[in-house]
Structure formats: structure tokens, C-alpha cells
T-cell receptor
Framework: EAGVAQSPRYKIIEKRQSVAFWCNPI?????LYWYQQILGQGPKLLIQ????????DSQLPKDRFSAERLKGVDSTLKIQPAKLEDSAVYLC???????????????FGPGTRLTVL | SQQGEEDPQALSIQEGENATMNCSYK?????LQWYRQNSGRGLVHLIL?????REKHSGRLRVTLDTSKKSSSLLITASRAADTASYFC??????????????FGQGTILTVHP
């Protein structure tokens, strides 16, 4: 079974530039998550999709970050314009939808390491 | 916001020894999960324990959950150099409206010396 795919693996940009990350979840996984992981910290959820709808974007800095999941499969996360503090690893994860009240494990991609200079 | 707090922040042991990591959380949960992250890579799911369970085993891993103390522990027995990684606990509030959202702790860095 193919895992969660992400690209690019590494990206270096100047501040105020824009950048986009791509994620392809595991086939059949309805739920897709984007996390930001700053060095030395645990992942922080940015946005969560259920099929192609957003169910949680409460921690997404909407003035500069945007994400979409067209057709309920692939997803892109964009930052425009980037700031120095956006330097982090951006992780994509997917999971099956659990039965009411239950929860399943999340499968993570390798991440994109973003450096903003 | 980070819900889980892992303790210790870093742990250094010799191969063959056991490693114990602890996690405390603040709000009620549906389940608690442990993940491993090797340097520069994505997270790998290790084990999930539900709020109505007290202990779970998977290979060399043993997880306990005490909902009255809002704490969990991960024990790795007979550690190997390949176990060197960061370990994160993550709390989930279940399906329903939260759709399986997880809140991760800061992690414990485990180093196993050959």
C-alpha cells in the first residue's frame, strides 16, 4: 500500500515570497490533515479536511496561509507571503473515517522542510 | 495549543535497557496515541489506547493509561539503537464533530547507545 506522498521535500525561499506544498493521501482516506512542526516541538494542526470540506482551520493563519482539497483527494497548502517564523516542517497526514465516537491512527508523509531566509 | 506534556524531554540509555516515557494531558479524551519520529522524517504510529482501556501491548511496547490522573506511559523493553528517535503522545477526542483531531505533545528524545 502506497503511503502519503508529499512534495517538494525541501524548499528554501526569501521572506515575502510565496510557496506551495502538495500532498497525496493514502487511497480511500477521507480525512486529510496539514501540520506545522517547528524544530524541537510537536506537530501543530493547521487544517483538517473531511473529503473536500474543511472541518477545522482554527489554527491556520488565514491572512497568509491557504489550503484546498479539490475533488477530495490531493491537497495543496500555500503560504503567501512567507515570514521568517514560517520556517518549519510541514507534514501531511491522512486517516480513515472512524465510526461514530471512534478514532483511527493517522498516517504521515515525509514532510516538506521549509526554510525562509 | 499543545495538550500533552512528555516527561522527560530527553532520555539516554544503553542498548538492552528499558525506556519509559510519560505523558500528561489536561482535558478529557477519547483515546491517546503514541508516535515515533526519526530524524528528518514523518511520524509513524506506534499504538492507540482508548479511554476505556488501562493497558495495551504491541511487541516490545507497553502503554498504560490512567484517565483519573490524566496520564499515560510508554515503555520500550530491551531497547535497540534503532529505537533512537523522538516519541510523541497525541490525544484525541474521538470522531463526531472533532473528526479525529489529534493534539500532540512536545515529545521525548530517546537516544539508545550501542
Amino acid at each position: 500500500e502506497a503511503g502519503v506522498a508529499q512534495s517538494p521535500r525541501y524548499k528554501i525561499i526569501e521572506k515575502r515570497q510565496s510557496v506551495a506544498f502538495w500532498c497525496n493521501p493514502i487511497s480511500g482516506h477521507a480525512t486529510l490533515y496539514w501540520y506545522q512542526q517547528i524544530l524541537g516541538q510537536g506537530p501543530k494542526l493547521l487544517i483538517q479536511f473531511q473529503n473536500n470540506g474543511v472541518v477545522d482551520d482554527s489554527q491556520l493563519p488565514k491572512d497568509r496561509f491557504s489550503a484546498e482539497r479539490l475533488k477530495g483527494v490531493d491537497s495543496t497548502l500555500k503560504i503567501q507571503p512567507a515570514k521568517l517564523e514560517d520556517s518549519a516542517v510541514y507534514l501531511c497526514a491522512s486517516s480513515l473515517v472512524g465510526l461514530a465516537g471512534s478514532q483511527n491512527e493517522q498516517f504521515f508523509g515525509p514532510g516538506t522542510r521549509l526554510t525562509v531566509l | 495549543s499543545q495538550q500533552g506534556e512528555e516527561d522527560p524531554q530527553a532520555l539516554s540509555i544503553q542498548e538492552g535497557e528499558n525506556a519509559t516515557m510519560n505523558c500528561s494531558y489536561k482535558t478529557s479524551i477519547n483515546n491517546l496515541q503514541w508516535y515515533r519520529q526519526n530524524s528528518g522524517r514523518g511520524l509513524v504510529h506506534l499504538i492507540l489506547i482508548r479511554s476505556n482501556e488501562r493497558e495495551k501491548h504491541s511487541g516490545r511496547l507497553r502503554v498504560t493509561l490512567d484517565t483519573s490522573k490524566k496520564s499515560s506511559s510508554l515503555l520500550i523493553t530491551a531497547s535497540r539503537a534503532a529505537d533512537t528517535a523522538s516519541y510523541f503522545c497525541a490525544t484525541g477526542r474521538g470522531g463526531g464533530t472533532s473528526y479525529g483531531k489529534l493534539t500532540f505533545g512536545q515529545g521525548t528524545i530517546l537516544t539508545v547507545h550501542p
